[in-house]
């Protein structure tokens, strides 16, 4: 049996696998409900990557030399990678001991 | 045949299979009879035959999700079930298929509770039948080795990479040992190619499988997951004359034409039974009745026109269903209607008479006997040319 061809128009990546997204969507920035922010000591983190699988807004990142970073745009500070870090290298510190307090967006009200 | 011979049951075969193979996950979760599998994996895995991932799963969908897993950052994956086991994955089975995971899933047939029963039947995993999954049965422990081996390079073949149900039937096929020829690991090389993905799962590039689309794109998702159905059904012949040439094998692509004694009546039969319907027509011969048998190699994809075309050379033909469809049209199994749905389009002259047979149900046997009064119904109809019932019960019809 021979199937019609997909036209152009409406062609789509096979199986809808698509890249991981590029630019981030500033209307829907969470950042701004954190009240503990998380932070990873990089001398004790093991790269073990535990964190990065658990992070439920995939909020954390891999640089180049193979650190995890947290986009604290996105990050709702549920604390899930630091009660789950087997060295114990994250640690949840106040939003509010930090300097700058950020709103990523203007409130509407 | 070159290779070292062994008398293996049908899930030994298949480990040694996935050891010539070199699986790199499995994902395991016990139930009867498929079990078996796992034992024979397990030993390979820890005595350092096989180099792989032996990952304990907390029941059957977990088991899936984590092949699915596996499968999609590259890895050459195993899992199987039976029975109910198969039914609780269900879940996972289109998104493997949609997401273009090859994973393969040995099957051994049990029947679906309740009462519990430990017998092959194949309703369990015909259920999944539509979920995009290439689909077949073997007959002896042989063809599931051989199988295991087809599939994989069917499934990971780039013009496919679809997910594999490899089937035989519970203890008939698992539990009985037969000769079983373990070919060079050199011979298994040079047919089955290392596991290539197009896009694999990387931290360094990061997909996104299954991301939530709008209802007008779904039309080309479901077009792209059937055009790579008709991709496998198209490239069968290709691989197996590949096959059959390294391992000196002499397998039929879809179906198995078996009509040594120029018949027009004419067994469809799926499975382990073909076995016992084979020395039946050796007897049948010696009492003058002809008796040919068309055995599927695969239920997904369905083979229409080949199917078609084999079953227009008889007069009547008798769907052995070893599954029930409740409710189903013709009140039979799952293979009449799609058997006559095939013979649909043919000219009334070529067209062939079709009746069902319900046989081996909970996993009895079909007995030389049914077989028999396979025949003699096949038979009869014939010279009628009339059909007289459409569907026989064996063991509850009068003689």
């Known amino acids: ?109 | 045949m070159k290779g070292e011979k062994k008398f293996l049951a049908g899930l030994a075969a298949v480990a040694e299979a996935a050891r010539l193979a070199d699986v790199d996950v499995i994902s395991s979760f016990p139930i009867r009879p498929y079990t078996g599998l796992m034992v024979d994996l397990s030993q390979k895995v820890a005595n350092g035959e096989l180099d792989a991932e032996f990952v304990h799963a907390e029941g059957e969908h977990a088991q899936l999700a984590i092949v699915h897993g596996a499968s999609a950052s590259g890895a050459r994956t195993m899992t199987g079930s039976s029975g109910v086991g198969v039914t609780y994955a269900f879940e996972v089975y289109s998104p493997i298929s949609g997401g273009r995971c090859p994973v393969q899933m040995v099957i051994a047939d049990r029947t679906l509770d309740p009462p519990g029963d430990f017998g092959s039947e194949h309703t369990d995993v015909l259920g999944a039948r539509d979920q995009g999954w290439i689909l077949g049965w073997a007959e002896t422990p042989q063809e599931a080795f051989d199988n295991t081996l087809i599939y994989y390079r069917l499934g990971e073949d780039q013009r496919v990479s679809l997910p594999q149900f490899n089937c035989q039937d519970g203890y008939f096929v698992s539990h009985i040992p037969g000769e079983v020829v373990i070919p060079e690991k050199s011979q298994v090389e040079e047919f089955l190619p290392p596991y290539k993905l197009a896009k694999p799962l990387d931290p360094l590039r990061p997909y996104g499988h299954g991301p939530q689309i709008y209802s007008d794109q779904g039309p080309t998702l479901q077009l792209q997951r059937a055009i790579l159905m008709d991709n496998a059904k198209e490239i069968i012949p290709e691989i197996l004359n590949d096959f059959n040439k390294i391992f000196g094998r002499k397998y039929d692509s879809y179906i198995e034409n078996y009509n040594p004694n120029n018949a027009n009546i004419c067994l469809f039969i799926n499975g382990a039974h073909a076995q016992t319907a084979r020395f039946a027509i050796a007897n049948l011969k010696k009492q003058g009745v002809n008796l040919a048998l068309c055995k599927l190699r695969f239920v997904r994809p369905w083979a229409t026109e080949e199917i078609a075309e084999a079953l227009s050379q008889y007069k009547v033909v008798g769907v052995v269903e070893t599954n029930n469809s409740f409710g189903i049209s013709r009140e039979a199994g799952v293979f009449t209607p799609e058997v006559a749905a095939s013979l649909y389009n043919l000219p009334e002259s070529k067209r062939p008479i079709l009746i069902s047979f319900m046989a081996g149900l909970g996993g009895e046997a079909i007995r030389l006997e049914d077989f028999y009064f396979m025949a003699k119904k096949l038979a009869d109809t014939a010279a009628r040319k009339k059909i007289e019932k459409e569907v026989y019960w064996i063991g509850f019809e009068e003689e």
Not at chain 1, 26 to 40: A, H, N, P, V, Y
Not at chain 1, 53 to 75: E, V
């Open chain 1, 1 to 109: 049996m021979s199937k019609p061809k997909i036209p152009k128009d409406k062609q789509l990546p096979e199986g809808g696998i698509v890249d991981s997204p590029k630019t981030e969507q500033e209307q829907m920035t969470t950042g701004g409900w954190r009240i503990l922010r998380s932070i990873i000591n990089e001398e004790e983190c093991t790269q073990c990557r535990e964190c990065w699988i658990l992070c439920p807004d995939a909020a954390i990142s891999i640089d180049k030399k193979g650190n995890m970073k947290i986009n604290l745009k996105y990050c709702k500070g549920c604390g899930i990678c630091a009660a789950n870090c087997p060295v114990g290298a994250i640690s949840r510190v106040p939003e509010l001991d930090f300097d700058e307090v950020t709103i990523y967006r203007d409130l509407p009200y």
